[in-house]
């Protein structure tokens, strides 16, 4: 009678055990499942999470119309590059980053291209006594495609002996706007004259040196 009143006491005791380890190990997945749901909460409120704005068209308005526009709508600005088109407005927006109509996060920053109110200056290198191909290559790398070639009289064929803008010579350093029309002024290599005229010339000259 005793040993099966304490074999049912062990039972009983194990039985307690394995519930509280179960109640345990439930306890410990709600506190694990509720300090996740507290993360996500606090990540949608530190992320604006479901809080987006549609990025509005300022392309085409001048500068500070645009900031405004785009700073009352929440949203940052910043001017970012300018480039040169005589067919558009100088100082209006030409391009923006992100593009219209992006859906992005209040206070994004918002990157703007405006037409300059001038063209872009820049200063030039020699061009003298390098290859008209070699003088081109230089002028495109600085913005400059409008350029055209000269001949000249030159013992050296296809070199560069100077280049003009608004018919000033162009020296070292020259500051002009990459809308420039340059002229290159190209040795033409002085082609030799053909052997059919070099006797009757010869001829003309000894019979003079004669005469006197």
Known sequence: MNTQNNDSGRGQSKGRKWALIVLNFLLICCAGIFLIWLMLQWLN???????ELQVPDVKGVYFDDARSRLENAGLGVELSDSVYDSSLRPGAVVDQNPK???????GRTIYLTINAFSPKMVSLPSLNDISARQARSILE?????????EI?????????LGARYNGRQLNAGAR?????????????????????????????????????
Not at 45 to 51: A, E, L
Not at 100 to 106: A, C, Q, R, Y
Not at 152 to 160: F, G, K, R, T
């Open 152 to 160: 000249v009289i030159s013992e050296y064929a296809n070199l560069v």
């Open 141 to 149: 790398g600085l913005g400059i495609t409008d350029v055209s070639e």
């Open 176 to 212: 002009v706007p990459v809308t420039a029309h340059i002229i290159l002024e190209v040795g033409d290599g002085m082609p030799e004259l053909p052997d059919s005229i070099a006797p009757a010339d010869t001829i003309a000259i000894s019979s003079q040196v004669s005469f006197f």
């Open 45 to 51: 409120i530190w992320t604006d999470h479901g809080d």
């Open 100 to 106: 219209v109509g992006t859906h992005v996060k209040p």
